[in-house]
């Protein structure tokens, strides 16, 4: 079982930066993949990044390449997604997930942070 919890959303203005981080539970945090997948409103979750157990291997959707990064500290049981250059379509609930099993069905969930970017 693994436990994830979200921090780090807000609200900022376009083209300025945050850091969402995602601390875990469990002893078996470094052999899980990890993602970032996001939410707006009306529409449906969709997949943001993702890095390797190891932490080596980062994937990232189109809309976010070059302006997203996501790491991980197995150390300290935390992933981070850094987020420049924010645009207002960046605005999402953003969540957390853990997967042994690929990105189609994530086997764990956090409960999600707001980012909101303004205009």
């Known amino acids: 079982q693994v436990q994830l919890v979200e921090s780090g959303g807000g609200l900022v203005q376009a083209g300025g930066s945050l850091r969402l981080s995602c601390a875990a539970s469990?002893?078996?945090?470094?052999?899980?993949?990890m993602g970032w997948f996001r939410q707006a409103p009306g529409k449906e979750r969709e997949f943001v990044a993702a890095?390797?157990?190891?932490?080596?291997?980062?994937y990232y959707a189109d809309s976010v390449k070059g302006r997203f990064t996501i790491s991980r500290d197995n150390a300290k049981n935390t992933v981070y997604l850094q987020m420049n250059s924010l645009k207002p379509e960046d605005t999402a609930v953003y969540y957390c997930?853990?997967?042994?099993?690929?990105?189609?069905?994530?086997?764990?969930w956090g409960q999600g942070t707001q980012v909101t970017v303004s205009s």
């Open positions: 997930a853990a997967s042994r099993r690929g990105w189609d069905r994530p086997e764990y």
């Open positions: 469990g002893r078996t945090f470094s052999s899980y993949p």
């Open positions: 890095v390797s157990s190891g932490g080596r291997g980062t």
